[in-house]
């Protein structure tokens, strides 16, 4: 059996733009095919790899930092890393793609005002109220991929049709087989 190829799939895009559920999606299916995997949530990360750090600017890209770094020694050793994580600036998530090498980028878009809607934690809320400061589409900036290599538009797509775009991706690419049932 031919060995798997290793690869960082980086989600990026608002908070409740969908990152974490088609993370789980990804993650059944590729369960399904037998690959290993793992995954780094942006929050389970924070309070474990990255504790302490806060939401500034310098904070921000130093938990990108060790997160990629962990992303890229799993990803040496033939694992599909996936990682949901808001990771707002645009410098160091294309810092990550050099360093990584294999590396996929889905941008999880979904307007502002569809995410403040679904507020699936509540948190848009607090962030309006004053709550919660930089908070990133309110009062902290969110800065879209250019050229993602794959783009799910999670208002107008189904989330069946959003897993298979990043499964289309990673076949296309060489990262799952073709012929995987
Ligand atoms: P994030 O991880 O980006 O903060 P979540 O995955 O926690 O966002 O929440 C996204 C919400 O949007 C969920 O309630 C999910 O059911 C909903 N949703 C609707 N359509 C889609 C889709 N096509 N892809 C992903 N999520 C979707």
Known sequence: MQKQRGVTVWFTGLSGAGKSTITSGVVKALQERGCDLEVMDGDEVRQNLTKGLGFSKADRDENIRRIGYVASLLTRHEVIVLVPVISPYREIRDEMR????????????????????????????????????????????YEPPLNPEVECRTDL???AESVQKVLDCLTTRGYLQPDAP
């Open 98 to 141: 050099q360093k990584i090498g294999d590396f996929v980028e889905v941008f999880v878009n979904a307007p502002l005002a569809v995410c403040e809607q679904r507020d699936v934690k509540g948190l848009y809320k607090k962030a309006r109220a004053g709550e919660i400061k930089q908070f990133t589409g309110i009062d902290d900036p």
């Open 157 to 159: 797509e189904t989330l």
